[in-house]
């Protein structure tokens, strides 16, 4: 199985070098892209970091895996991934989600990320789903659920 901790830094990584999606962050700057880590006590609630989330930041969180019972494909784990994002104010949150979702890596092949494999021993991603949530206080941020497959049983 890939690590998820090495999978959440991998895909962190590569929206951090997508020129746009960083262009709509404060100050251009690309360690607004988090990457979020299990580490207790710092880190051990999801509810609470994205309700203590500002403006201007893109969460990178790990969510789970499961086990791929399709009989046509090799790869035997499935890992759940989500962007959660909140605009910086005067932004868009529906720009930073275009990104997320389409964005191109520099460097790269020119071919949206999700088009292309992010870690060795995974397949190109699955954009499953967009959704606008809101906090535990109504405030609303943007959530791309994201599918990565396994290419083999690592």
Not at 2 to 20: G, H, K, R, V
Not at 24 to 35: F, H, K, T, W
């Amino acid at each position: 199985m890939i690590d998820s901790i090495a999978l959440t830094n991998a895909l962190t990584t590569t929206l951090q070098n997508i020129p746009e999606l960083v262009a709509e962050l404060p100050n251009a700057d690309p360690n607004r892209i988090v990457p979020y880590i299990d580490l207790n006590p710092e880190f051990n609630s999801v509810t609470n970091t994205i309700y203590e989330m500002p403006s201007g930041l893109i969460y990178v969180i790990w969510e789970g895996f499961q086990l791929n019972e399709k009989e046509n494909e090799a790869g035997m784990w499935i890992h759940r991934l989500s962007v959660h994002c909140r605009a910086d104010t005067g932004k868009k949150v529906q720009t930073l989600v275009k990104y997320v979702v389409d964005g191109v890596p520099v460097p790269g092949d020119g071919e949206r990320w999700r088009d292309c494999g992010i870690i060795d021993g995974a397949l190109p991603a699955d954009v499953k789903e967009g959704i606008r949530q809101p906090d535990r206080e109504g405030i609303d941020y943007f959530t791309v659920s994201i599918e990565i497959h396994e290419s083999g049983d690592a």
